[in-house]
DNA sequence: ATTTTGTTTTAGAATAATTCTTGATCTCAA
DNA sequence: TTGAGATCAAGAATTATTCTAAAACAAAAT
């Protein structure tokens, strides 16, 4: 009995990295709002609960977290990164109208298939999408009316 | 009867954007080898030809280029945008090892692969992989041996 | 308990890629 | 030919990110 939900703590712990309050309020100002921050939203965020944290720490402690396992980067052309604490597997959709960006599952048993050269090794697949938000869709199909 | 290979004069006549000496340079310097070089690199070749082309122009020409459709900008991670002249959809392999940028050719399933909210508009799908090449997959599985 | 060793934090400087600005030049159409 | 607008070059500026060095901290070893 153990679907609780896991505590920052305890998947700090389970991760293997050193738990600092740094890192702990990084991780809850991701998990919070399970929206897609960039590093400075997160820095904003985090100086809420603890002031004095620097930007420079927000990035280390990003990294940490990234590479640890426990929240994925995510980059759309050259705009700032974005994090995201979904370790499910799944995609990314970005609006090019509002700059929203929403998780898109993918359905494994139906992906696309592709074909890399024999021998390569393949650890990594990111599915990027593009496009209209359903709201930024409506905007544009419904210009401001003629009256 | 007009499978001829269409000349970059051709290409970019027919895309619309005015033709000028150095945006056929830089295009010309894509086409040239189908590798996927970064603005830097575009910039070195097509200075073999027009010494006088600046890095600027060159970014200018890359945009101009992209925007009409001529040329796909690539990126990954935050590392330098590349360029890919190739127009047929695919996705692309970048080597954790070398470095290296392939093309992937992507066969699209039958069913859908991924589930966006309804209303809402796709208009560009980009598949990115990462891991090692079959050559730096090799290095990797035959360390050193010890002799 | 104290020293040692290694990690983390901070502030600010540095870097890298890209974009912006400005004035000059070019091109096309009237 | 003469505007009007697009494009170019050079260099400055911007932005996101990484690096550096010193201080603070934590864990391990004495």
Known sequence: MQALPETSDA??????????????YV??????????????????RA????????LA????????LTESGLVRQ??????????CP???????FFCKGCGVVFDVPVNPGNQP???VPS?????HVEITLRGLCPACAQKSTHPTSPL
Chains 1, 2 share one sequence.
């Open 86 to 92: 979904n370790l499910v597997p799944h995609g990314h």
């Open 119 to 123: 021998g390569a090794d393949v650890s």
């Open 113 to 115: 298939a592709w074909e």
């Open 11 to 24: 998947a700090m712990t389970r991760s293997g990295i050193r738990l600092t309050p740094q890192r702990r």
């Open 74 to 83: 995510v980059n759309c052309d050259r705009s700032s990164s974005r994090y």
């Open 57 to 64: 720490t927000v990035y280390n402690c990003l990294d940490a």
């Open 47 to 54: 100086k809420e609960r603890m002031p004095s944290i620097s």
């Open 27 to 44: 991780y809850e100002a991701l998990m919070e709002r399970r929206d897609h921050p960039t590093a400075l939203e997160v820095f904003l």
